[in-house]
T-cell receptor, first 112, second 113 residues
Framework: QKEVEQNSGPLSVPEGAIASLNCTYS??????FFWYRQYSGKSPELIMS????GDKEDGRFTAQLNKASQYVSLLIRDSQPSDSATYLC????????????FGKGTKLSVIP | DTAVSQTPKYLVTQMGNDKSIKCEQN?????MYWYKQDSKKFLKIMFS???????INETVPNRFSPKSPDKAHLNLHINSLELGDSAVYFC????????????FGPGTRLTVL
């Protein structure tokens, strides 16, 4: 059974701080990793994808992947109240796989 | 233009009824998905179709039956609705060459009374 684990939170950070969201996964052959953001009452939207060990930066977002530790994280710099949402970690097993396995999400609240 | 659309947005019905949810995408994608998100926000894959062919069929009661009349549509029919079916159902689509990026519809909130 493939599992993706996240701390459900809520994680509260002050505006302007760095928010750190963590995710672990059980399937060692996983190759693709994603962070989706879901605002309350809305659908998930992809914000970051990462495939190789190390860091990947996109604006205020940085995804970090460590396959040896089966760990992926998302850092949000200069957090804004508009970043308040649930962040879903998702993992895909291998090339050609269509299936994403989602974690239960971490709810982030950015306090003005 | 809406990329992935679902109808209805809200569905309230009695136990035992049969209902359908429709999904359409205008992105030209060839792969579509149904997800269920329960009250604890856990998003779980139910089905996936690629070029109208079923490729993912997770452990879902056989009261749920997907139908894909063409690549742009994937409908979900649910028979004999139960209280536990209450959830938000999301449709999504992707290009089979770029399956990493899945585009989600707005969701259908199903409430079974």
């Amino acid at each position: 059974q493939k599992e993706v684990e996240q701390n459900s939170g809520p994680l509260s950070v002050p505006e302007g701080a760095i928010a750190s969201l963590n995710c672990t996964y059980s399937d060692r052959v996983s190759q693709s990793f994603f962070w989706y953001r879901q605002y309350s009452g809305k659908s998930p939207e992809l914000i970051m994808s990462i495939y190789s060990n190390g860091d990947k930066e996109d604006g205020r977002f940085t995804a970090q992947l460590n396959k040896a530790s089966q760990y992926v994280s998302l850092l949000i710099r200069d957090s804004q109240p508009s970043d308040s949402a649930t962040y879903l970690c998702a993992v895909k097993s291998g090339a050609g796989s269509y299936q994403l396995t989602f974690g239960k999400g971490t709810k982030l609240s950015v306090i003005p | 233009d809406t990329a992935v659309s679902q109808t209805p947005k809200y569905l309230v019905t009695q136990m035992g009824n049969d209902k359908s949810i429709k999904c359409e995408q205008n992105l030209g994608h060839d792969t579509m998905y149904w997800y269920k998100q329960d009250s604890k926000k856990f998003l779980k894959i139910m089905f996936s179709y690629n070029n109208k062919e079923l490729i993912i069929n997770e452990t879902v009661p056989n009261r749920f039956s997907p139908k894909s009349p063409d690549k742009a549509h994937l409908n979900l029919h649910i028979n004999s609705l139960e209280l536990g079916d209450s959830a938000v159902y999301f449709c999504a689509s992707s290009d089979s060459f770029h399956t990493d990026t899945q585009y989600f519809g707005p969701g259908t909130r199903l409430t079974v009374l």
